[in-house]
């Protein structure tokens, strides 16, 4: 099965609706200089405290030195980190060592084919990858709920396995199969997509689910729709 990730996660309640709807993963959202869904430390400590052991909860961090990266893992406890913005390989190898168990995930943003040379030197280093469509040189690391060039991510996803590949912007019910089809992602992420004035909205995320849930049961099915749609 596909793997779901509901971003944003702003409380308790979201968390739940959203494992109850049949997520597999959670975002939280710390300090970020762009994007939405940013709460507090405390906020999500908390929130990771109260979720039964088997939630898989990332924290999205955009610091870039193992030092506070660690620090902050410390405080919020989370089961992933996810990496927003570029992190050296030597501060990916500390995190390696200080964080035994616990699992890095590098994000990529897909501004063009230079990105597969990115994901591919960073692959060695994470236990996932997770394409997005922000544009660091801007500071913009996430959030922007457009879609990037899916034709890009799906060379990106051959040229990195077996290293499992999250694809993120612009999702939505309407384009899931879609993306699933061309990238054959390990994972799908989605945020603004299944939010209605910022809120988890029960009714969007059922229908996004049940779209990934249908295209795993019948994999052969094109949906037919544009490859960044």
């Known amino acids: 099965m596909t793997r779901i990730k509901i971003c944003c996660i702003s409380?308790?309640?979201?968390a739940l609706l959203a494992l109850r709807s049949g997520a597999t993963a959670l975002g939280l959202v710390s300090e970020m200089p762009t994007g939405p869904?940013?709460?507090?430390?405390g906020a999500i400590a908390q929130i990771v405290a109260?979720?039964?052991?088997?939630?898989?909860?990332?924290?999205?961090?955009?610091?870039?030195?193992?030092?506070?990266i660690i620090a902050q893992?410390?405080?919020?406890?989370?089961?992933?980190l996810q990496l927003v913005d570029a992190v050296p390989f030597g501060d990916l190898?500390?995190?390696?060592?200080?964080?035994?168990?616990?699992?890095?995930?590098?994000?990529?943003h897909v501004v063009g084919p230079e990105s597969i040379e990115e994901a591919v030197n960073v692959a060695p280093w994470v236990d996932a990858i997770l394409l997005d469509s922000g544009n660091p040189a801007l500071r913009e690391l996430g959030g922007t709920g457009r879609a990037h060039d899916w034709s890009i991510s799906a060379r990106l996803?051959?040229?990195?396995?077996?290293?499992?590949?999250?694809l993120a912007g612009g999702?939505?019910?309407?384009n899931a199969a879609a993306a699933m089809v061309q990238v054959k992602?390990?994972?799908?992420?989605?945020?603004?997509?299944?939010?209605?004035?910022?809120?988890?909205?029960?009714?969007?995320?059922?229908?996004?689910?049940?779209?990934?849930?249908?295209?795993?049961a019948d994999p052969e099915v094109d949906p037919g729709a544009p490859s960044s749609a």
Not at 52 to 61: K, Q, V
Request: net charge negative; hydrophobic share 35%.
């Open 73 to 80: 893992w410390r405080r919020c406890r989370p089961s992933t």
């Open 185 to 216: 992602p390990y994972g799908l992420d989605i945020c603004s997509g299944v939010r209605t004035d910022g809120k988890l909205d029960a009714d969007k995320l059922t229908a996004f689910i049940g779209a990934v849930r249908r295209q795993d």
């Open 157 to 166: 996803r051959q040229a990195v396995d077996p290293v499992p590949v999250y």
């Open 171 to 174: 999702l939505k019910a309407s």
């Open 37 to 41: 869904g940013v709460i507090d430390e």
């Open 50 to 68: 109260q979720l039964p052991p088997s939630a898989d909860t990332f924290l999205l961090t955009s610091a870039t030195d193992a030092p506070s």
């Open 93 to 108: 190898k500390t995190l390696r060592e200080a964080l035994d168990g616990v699992k890095i995930v590098q994000v990529i």
């Open 11 to 14: 409380s308790l309640e979201e």
